[in-house]
């Protein structure tokens, strides 16, 4: 079992910067493949990001690479989002999320175990 838990989310301004982390504990973090999601309300949870394990391999939605950057550091058992030029669509509560057992590289949800709580990302105009 991995417990998550994501940090650094707000309030920014257009065109501003923001650095989320999502914090793993329990199994071994250094072979989890993990990826961020992000929901706003009434919409399906959307893909934004995926690593690999050993970090080596990474996979954007098209309309976000450039501006997003997944990182991990299996040392502090940690996941980042680094987010640059952000824009009131950027909207949305950020998820990480991690895989049991690797399904691949894989932008579906369903394919993901583990889950934080979310944290809140607002960019205002």
């Known amino acids: 079992q991995v417990q998550l838990d994501e940090s650094g989310g707000g309030l920014v301004r257009a065109g501003g910067s923001l650095r989320l982390s999502c914090a793993a504990s329990g199994r071994t973090f250094s072979s989890t493949p993990m990826a961020w999601f992000r929901q706003t309300p009434g919409k399906e949870r959307e893909f934004v990001a995926l690593?690999?394990?050993?970090?080596?391999?990474?996979d954007y939605v098209n309309s976000l690479e450039g501006r997003f950057t997944i990182s991990r550091d299996n040392a502090k058992n940690t996941l980042y989002l680094q987010m640059n030029s952000l824009n009131p669509e950027d909207t949305a509560v950020y998820y990480c999320?991690?895989?049991?057992?690797?399904?691949?590289?894989?932008?579906?949800?369903?394919?993901?175990?583990?889950w934080g709580q979310g944290t809140q990302v607002t960019v205002s105009s």
């Open positions: 690593i690999s394990s050993s970090g080596r391999t990474t």
């Open positions: 999320a991690g895989q049991r057992i690797f399904r691949g590289f894989s932008r579906s949800p369903r394919d993901y175990d583990y």
